[in-house]
């Protein structure tokens, strides 16, 4: 039985494939386990970098 993927999951696998290709890094390295994913390494990355911005 084939169900229609949600407009949403594919926004969101998109979202994670430019990831993929800007960061080079998969989802599914090593790094990434247990609770780690990219996209919260993203954010971390992300919230870092504008405050470094933000200080100078």
Same mark, same amino acid.
């Given at each position: 039985?084939?169900?229609?993927?949600?407009?949403?999951?594919?926004? #969101?696998? #998109?979202?994670?494939?430019?990831?993929?290709?800007?960061?080079?890094?998969?989802?599914?390295?090593?790094?990434?386990?247990?609770?780690?994913?990219?996209?919260?390494?993203?954010?971390?990355?992300?919230?870092?970098?504008?405050?470094?911005?933000?200080?100078?």
């Amino acid at each position: 039985m084939a169900r229609k993927v949600p407009t949403k999951a594919d926004v #969101y696998s #998109y979202g994670i494939l430019l990831l993929e290709v800007f960061i080079g890094r998969k989802p599914t390295d090593e790094q990434f386990d247990g609770d780690f994913h990219l996209r919260q390494w993203v954010a971390e990355a992300f919230s870092v970098a504008i405050s470094n911005v933000i200080d100078n």
